[in-house]
Each structure stands twice: as C-alpha cells, then as structure tokens.
C-alpha cells in the first residue's frame, strides 16, 4: 500500500483517489473540474488567428506595401510572433475567470522555443538533413516526416511540459496540460517560423503570414494533443504504454500533416518580392481544421475522464506514482529513441541505396536517387535532379592510335574549352582504380545559362581517363563547387563499381 499522500502536492495527505492515485481535498476537486469554457476559448483563439490572417492578406494585396531590407525582416520577424501572441491574449480573454498563471504558460513558450532552435531543429536540418534526401520517393517522404521530423518536435514538446512543468503543484487539472501543451508547441512553431523569416531574409505579407499561422495551428494542435495524454498520466494511474502512445500519435498526425500539406500546396511559399497574387489556404485550412478537431475531441475526451473519475468505482491505490511517472518518463524516451531509428534506417537506405546498370559492356550500380540522363555521346549519365544536381557520366571518345591517358584528357579539355566559358583545368594527377591506372584531371567552368534565363553559374567536375587496348573509358563527375564535397563520396562508390 503506498503512501497515501496527495500526488500533486506530495505533502497533505490523501482522502480520494482517482485511478489508483491519491488526492487530497483541494486537488480532487481540481482533479475532477470540468472547465466550462475550454473548448470554447480554443475554438475562438483559433477562429480569431484566422480572421487576422484573413484581414493581414486583405491588407497586403489592397495596399501592396514595398518593404525592404530591414523592414522586411523586422515585419516578418513581428508576423512570426504574432499567432502565439494572439492565442494567448484570447486564451486569457475567455479564460479570465479561471487563468492559470500566466508566467507558467509564458514559461512554456519559451522553453518550448529554446528547446526547438538549441537541439530540435539542429536534429531535423543539421544532423539528419531532411531537406537533402526527403522528396527522394514517396516512402522515403513518409517515413522522414513521421519519424524524423514528426519524432522530433513532438519529443521537443513533450519535454518541455514533462520536465519543466510536469511535478510542479501548478499542474493539477486536466486542462493544465492541453494548456501547457500548446503554449509549448507553439514555442516549437514560433521558433520554425523565425528560423524561416530570417533564413529568407524576410517574406511577402500575404503569404508569409498564411504560411506563419498555418506552422503555429498545426503545432498548437499536436502540442495540445500531447498535453492530454500528459494531462492523464498526471493525474490518473495509466499503464506504460500511456505515454509512448501519446507521442506517437503526435509523431504520425505531424508527420501525415507535412506530407499532406506538401501535396496540397507544393510550392508553399512565396518569397519576398516573388509571386502575385493571393497565396493558397489550402495549407492553413488543412492546419486550422486539424486544429479544431483536436480541441474537439481533447475536449470531449477530458469531460469523459472526468465523469468517469467521478462515477465509477476506483481501484485502490496500489503503486506509488513517483515510481509510476519515472518508468513512463523512460519508456517516453525510449520511444522516442526507436522512432528516430527507424527514421535513421529510412536516411540510410533513401541516401546509401544503389541501382546497378548494365549497358554496353559497363557494369555497375549508381545511387538510387538518381535518374538516367543518357544523351547520344555517352554511354552512360544520371543526374540526381531532385537533389543536388550532380551528374555522373561514362563514356567513350573516339582516339588515334598510340594516345595515352594524358592526350584523350587534352582532347577533352579542347572541347569544353569550345563549348563553355571559362574552361580550365585545375589540376591533374594519376590515381588507380581497381588495379587500373588512371589519369585524372579536375576542372571548372562557367555556365552562361543563355537559353534559360538564369543566372549564370561556375560548374566544377572531375574526370578519369582509362586506355587499354586502343580504347578510351572517360568517367566524369559534374557538380558545382558547393557540392563537390558531399558528391565526392558517391561519386567514388559509382567509380569503384565500374566493371568493363
Ligand atoms: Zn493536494
């Protein structure tokens, strides 16, 4: 039999127990209030950031304001804040006669936001580099939103209210959570949404701030979801499971909300000075509808909790909750820790994965990712247009009798120097690639990009040159300087599977 001390206070001791918990008077009564306008203020918080959204593009496409340089940036950085600032002040507005202390909330926020720019978003964009390797193929699209990105700003905001709010004797009703919740995902959001306005040197009003309150409702909404699931385990006795079921739940939703999101609105985005026009709601309608259907059934699923600690027979207290919140605290992380690897088995094999080719007398694999791009001089080339642009090639130049590595690497660079600008060779060496020598060369040029438009672009690559038996094998890589580095390591792989 555990002590029966009040679980939200540990101090005075405990006259019901709901859940196979001890409360004492004060927190039962709280532990078992149904707030009446909960749902109501969500509801018009959610309305209300609509509206404001709705008169901000309003105002953008009638008076086209020209902002520029800091201007801009400070707009946008003003726009970022401006959902979490408006659901507090309508949260409180509607709540006025029952406020939780505002510091706790605000408190919330920031954490939340911290947390979010110091380990969440570094884990998503620096460490796993969705950006990179996400829209490789559907699966792969899948399988990094819900548990890369999805794991991981869930985790965040489970955190910030499981080790930062969680013990404390403010956490004593249902709602607190879902309170709690929200405050932190919308620290999550605000920190994505200022990451982007700064990232992009500011955005268009319009759809800048359509794109702002859709990231603060969506994560408004997982945050409020996992608020419930912490709420309960709070205050009732729920099994281990409990709380790893919660975060992933708010890993799926998240994620499939991202997938949807990109497929609704694949643009997403218009920069500064871009684009005409209003933007497109689809994004914000999908985030805002999520939004509301959380708060519906958090709010349904509460009172029901509630009705059910009050009416049914409770089961004596048996375990002593500290313990209780200590294994589910570990089994959180522990969830936590496989859905990042399964998000990690999808990294390596969306990055690593080889398709091999047979072609010619070549044999060999290339990365998956890539495409093929065979024009009528080569024998083989695949380009990974999806990602960094890199292209692979073999082929084989006609040459005359008695040419070494070196004059077929000569007669190339006469060519390119013909067709680009700005031909030159960088440096040549000699390496050997599965026993055969060969003769290297590294060069740069530029693109003028005369047909398209663009700007024009410097172009570095990487040739090596093969002769036997009176035949040359040429195998390029082409890239830009930026990328050179991170296609080095693939294009070595491509290289060293070559069989001819
Ligand atoms: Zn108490």
Redesign the pocket.
Known sequence: MAAQI?C??H??AGTHTIGGRW??E??YRKATYARAGFWRSGLVAIVGLLIFVAAVVALDALLRPQLGGVALVLTGVLLAVVPAALWLLFFYQQDRLEPEPVGNVARMFVIGLALAGAIGIPLTDQLFAVQDWLYRDTLTTWLASIFVTGAVEAFIIFATVRYFMFDSAEFDERTDGVIYGTAAGLGYATALNLQFILANGGAALGSGEVFVAEVALAHAAFGGLLGYFLGRAKLEQDPIWWLPAGLVLASVLNGLFLVLRGELDPSGFTFAGQGSGLPTFSGLLLAGGLAIAVTAVVSYLINRDITRSLGGKQPPATVNPVVGDRQASVAAIATFVALLLIGAFAWNNAVNRMTSFSVGGFSGSYPAAYGAATGASDVLRVTDSLGTGAEFAVSTPAIEAGWDADDVAAQLAGERASTYELYKVLSSGTATVNGRPAYTQQFAFVDPNGLTGAAPEVHEGLDYVFVENGRAVVVTLLTTPDELANVEPEFARFLNSLKF
């Open positions: 009040c939200v206070d101090e005075r409360f004492c004060d927190h």
